[in-house]
């Protein structure tokens, strides 16, 4: 049943608008922005985008983590999908991009499991009682750090991570560009988007 609805999606593919990643920096993961006609995708798929965008558009400029070759193969994975641009804008930036919560949602659920680099040596040596799971993109991240700029925070017991609290305010693109993805994520969301292109 899912395998059907996947293969019915990628009919709903249009040309590839541009490649961001050859523009932005996403900390190492390849983004892809295309078209997909909204009068043939099934309710739902899109609600993230809000009704105005939906009644007022056709088709929608879609960011996402999956390319367009492999869309139009395996069908396009709406937790892969890190939002939707206005249509009339081709570049990303915070006024013109309506971010997927699912998507953000799947980033701090990667970046939960804790797996970058030098992160366990740190809280082994320094026994913090929490560690901010801070974006890359980030200016100063020993300074002030903005709210849209913390995934979440590690909180530490016994030398070791015990749990992690996503910050619901943490947004993909602000005023400061795109998100830079750290190195555990990008590897994580790297392993998914090869699983989905096995389906």
Known sequence: M?????????????????????SEDWGGLE???????LTLVPK????????DYLKANEKA?????????QALKNG?????????LDPNSKKISERTFIQNQEFRLLVQQLAAIGD???????????????????D???ANPMGNVPNEDIIGFYIIKNGKIDSFNQNKNYKL???????????????????????????
């Open 76 to 84: 396009l994975i709406g937790k892969l999908v890190l939002g939707v």
């Open 116 to 134: 970058e680099p030098g992160l366990k040596e740190y809280i082994s040596t320094q026994n913090p009682e929490f560690v901010a799971a801070i």
């Open 2 to 22: 899912i395998r059907n609805y996947i293969f019915a999606f990628a009919f709903l593919i249009t040309p590839l608008i541009a490649q961001s990643s050859e």
């Open 44 to 51: 739902g798929v899109f609600d993230f985008a809000g009704e």
């Open 173 to 199: 693109v602000t005023k400061d560009g795109v998100a830079k993805f750290t190195p555990g994520v990008v590897k994580q969301l790297q392993e998914l988007i090869n699983r989905a292109s096995e389906i």
């Open 31 to 37: 983004v892809n922005v295309f078209e997909v006609d």
């Open 61 to 69: 400029v879609v960011v996402s983590a999956i390319s367009p070759n």
């Open 136 to 138: 890359q993109r980030t």
